[in-house]
């Protein structure tokens, strides 16, 4: 029992609290009085009462001031109630006085955790461990608070300590995979010398070495020594072990099930490029599992590289021939079965498919005739159920014109000769339509809308029995009439084709509300046409969750926020960033959970997904947005915009990370069902990548030089300008890559992971208005802090008056281009209209905060100067800025007009005194709510043109 609870105590999990049975086992072991009164304070914590909990120790503390572990469920309580600068403060106290308690430990690294500090449970641990080094329940959890801080190094010679001291075995193989982390570490950093010379062997030689001595009992554990020898390219010696564990050569065996065990060798064949043995091993599982499309695929990989040998045995194929016969013998037999299976069927077609590159080149025509009879056989057994169209896609794509039209002829006859029940037939028709579409068969017209749009309603009393979770066997058929809605306005212009396609979604939602499909089309449609309002709910109702706000959170943050959707924006970046901050919290104590588990594959795979969450874009940009958002929800206080902006300026990337950062976006949730001309290809996913990256530098910019600007920081201002001048010139040169003439900006838009906003935002001079206002700030802040006379002061001025020219031209043509915009004018879309006017009316904000800097700075006088000759340098530099000041307010005033904004009051402060240059919150509230109206009124546009929807009139009583 008592090793039990030892086990339960160093495992402890990463949520806030551990079990509530975690807690009262490591209660149980304290004496009698203790345990009566802690009890209760115990209970509160785990039932998340922590006010009371609170309320407890601190009654408990003022009769023992001294009781450490008080005051650890004192801190576990304040971090409960989100107090963590206190409870952190509490554990440094603690850390000190913590003793070797099993039961005070335990809670301290709870404790630690939940305050996201495990550097202290380390400097805490290590003094408990040399106050008491006979406990090996405190060498266990030094060992996992190093693991959480990633120290692999330290990890290696504390799990040796608990070995030699303990006789623990387990500790043993964290060693070796703290050893093996290293290594991983040091190729990540280039250092892949060391690794391969120094720490794979070694770690080789202490697995070899518990092999011979037979301490290696656990398949995990050999999965350890797999991971040591495949990382040093030893895949005969794995084979070698596999080989031994098959002949029952050690006293465990290690893989019971032998499927498992191909499986294994058939990886480590292919990486040894044995491909005879792979065709041979492929051929051999076939037999036991003829539905198993991996090995289909090892097959023919191996079969492309056997025919270039020219060797061939009994044992395996080495000719397209064989392949063919081998192949079309299995579907004859398939298809007299009673019950088929897809695996022969579509190995069939995949054989001809690659041909070619098994050196047997076929007449195109003969290839599309075997595919087609394949293909009709798959659709006549398949065709009623989801997976047909997808099965086929890759096939039918390759048929020459002529065959794809008669292979639709052929399933439309073999659909309309089936006597299956309804929703069958429905599923058959709903594959025909999918084909048609990505075939390019039928051309968008009213007519095919129209017909489609029959079918849905025709179809939708089928699902009324279907509970309100499950997906309306009609909604396919919405999907599609919606696609054909969009390619009419991109034919036409008409947008009266965009309000049919949301018409019909919405329809089809209201039959069938968990269909991401068309939440996610909606979202995507309504974004395009500025209507993000609008576009909310259907966001919300996809409830995007954990790693999904990493792979589709891209579908409102890079719209939300520029489309002056502040309050939205603000709630999905503090949802990302929870998940990002949870994530990095939790990771750690999933990769302890896996090394006390001794699953070791996990351990590599948790460090790998917490690198890939470190090297996010989507996390960069969001984190940068949140930070821009923030500052202009603190314009009023002016030391809250220098709190957002330090904050800010120690979480921005080096440009090393930037250019390391992965693109994780999803770009294939959404079904098109477009012709393969009008699929990505991959040099466009990495120039989206690419895109994206430029987009968070410059953001990044932004930051840096509002950063150095409040900072009266001269050198550091003229760095950051340059660097956002440079992003921005960067950024606008790779603006779009080339597209098909299919893909016109608003399809762009819909259906792609990546939004252009250097192309609004080349065609207004707010990052030459920010640049310009910076280089102001520079001089002024440049000054020396005492009187200047005559010819220097002259030249300042001078100086002055040669950046604020720039700046009083570059605020005039921002409002003068939104002006001509015509917001209230709905001809054509809004959704580039707003976001120039959010991005004109950010970068009116960060010149008003720069303004506010530079005549902040001048009030800041030398200790030693002249103050009535200072004053007098100041009031001259700020007679020249006055005229730039006014000018900014004068604009700001025509951009709320823009805006259908009357001028507020608080607008006036702009110019009362240069000692107050800023712009109330008030206001930024005033502006972000009207920007709302802008589109809000768009949405009341398409909605008054619902009703006279003459595709429609069925949808609505099916």
Known sequence: GREKKKSAVIGAPAHFTCSLSGFLVVVGAMSGVTERKLRPVVEAVESHNYSHALNMTQQLLKRDKSSVPTKVLKGLALAGLGRVAEATQLAEEIMSDLGSSETVCSWFSILCRNVNRNDLAVVAFEKASQEDPTSEMIAGHLFMALVRMREFKRQQLCAMNIYRNFGNKTALFWAVMSIF??????????????????????????????????????????????????????????????????????????????????????????????????????????????????????????????????????????????????????????????????????????????????????????????????????????????????????????????????AIKDMVEEAGAASDNPVKSLQRRICIEQFKRILAMEKSSVGRAAELVTLYCQALPLGKDLKPSEIQYADPFAVLAAHTFVDLYEETGNKQFVVQAIALLQEARRHSSHNQQLKLLLVRLYCSLGAVMEAYEPWLKCEVRHIQHDSLAYFVTDVFLYQGALPMAESQYEDGLVFFRNACKDMPEFVSKAYHAQSFRKVEEFAGFQDKLDRSAQCALVSCDAYLLRLLQHMKNFSGVVEVLDEAQAKLLSEEKLLQLSDQRDFDVMDFFHEKSRKLTDDQKEYFRVARINWIRYRSALLRVLHSVVHHESADIQTATEQLQQAHTTGVAQDLPALPATITPFLFGIQYPH????????????????????????????????????????????????????????????????????????????????????????????????????????????????????????????????????????????????????????????????????????????????????????????????????????????
């Open 755 to 958: 939004r252009s906003l250097f192309h609004p935002l080349a065609q207004l001079p707010v990052c030459s208005a920010t640049a310009a206002a910076a280089q102001a700030a520079a001089v002024v802040v440049s000054l020396p802090k005492e009187n200047l006379r005559g010819a220097e002061l002259d030249k300042r001025i001078a100086d002055l008056t040669a950046v604020l020219q720039p700046l009083q031209q570059h605020v005039t043509d921002i409002a003068q281009k939104i002006q001509q915009l015509e917001i209230h004018n709905h001809v054509g879309l809004s959704a580039e209209k707003l976001e120039k006017s959010y991005f004109a009316l950010e970068a009116f904000l960060h010149v008003s905060i720069i303004l506010r800097t530079a005549v902040d700075s001048l009030s800041v006088a030398a200790p030693n100067a002249n103050k009535k000759a200072a004053r007098q340098t100041t009031n001259a530099i700020k007679t020249v800025l006055a005229p730039t000041v006014l000018c900014v307010k004068d604009k700001l005033n025509d951009l709320m007009a823009c805006l259908h904004i009357a001028p507020a009051d608080a607008l006036a402060s702009l110019a009362v005194t240069l000692d107050g240059v800023e712009v109330e919150e008030e206001a930024l509230r005033t502006v972000a709510t009207n920007l709302s109206k802008s589109y809000n009124s768009s949405i009341d546009l398409l909605a008054n043109n619902m009703n006279p929807a003459p595709l429609l009139p069925a949808v609505a009583s099916p």
């Open 181 to 406: 982390m290293q290594g991983r570490q040091q190729q990540s950093e280039g250092n892949g010398s060391l690794a391969l010379k120094t720490l794979f062997p070694l770690a080789e030689k202490m697995l070899e070495k518990a092999l011979s001595d037979h301490k290696i009992d656990k398949i995990q554990q050999l999965d350890l020594y797999f991971m040591v020898l495949e990382e040093q390219n030893k895949f005969e010696q794995c084979l070698e072990i596999l080989q031994k564990d098959q002949d029952k050569a050690y006293p465990t065996q290690f893989i019971s099930i032998e499927r498992e065990r191909q499986q294994r060798r058939l990886v480590l064949l292919k990486k040894l490029e044995r491909w005879a043995d792979i065709n041979a091993l492929a051929l051999l599982m076939l037999e036991q599992d003829r539905d198993e499309w991996t090995y289909y695929e090892y097959y023919f990989d191996s079969l492309e590289k056997l025919t270039k040998m020219d060797k061939s045995d009994g044992n395996h194929h080495s000719s397209f021939a064989q392949a063919l016969a081998y192949l079309q013998t299995r579907f004859d037999e398939e298809i007299t079965r009673s019950v088929m299976q897809r695996g022969p069927l579509l190995a069939l077609m995949e054989l001809y498919k690659r041909a070619a590159a098994l050196s047997a080149p076929l007449p195109e025509e003969e290839t599309s005739e075997a595919i087609a009879r394949v293909c009709l056989v798959h659709f006549k057994e398949f065709g009623a159920k989801p997976c047909c169209f997808y099965d086929l896609q890759p096939y039918i794509d390759i048929l020459s014109p002529q065959r794809r039209v008669q």
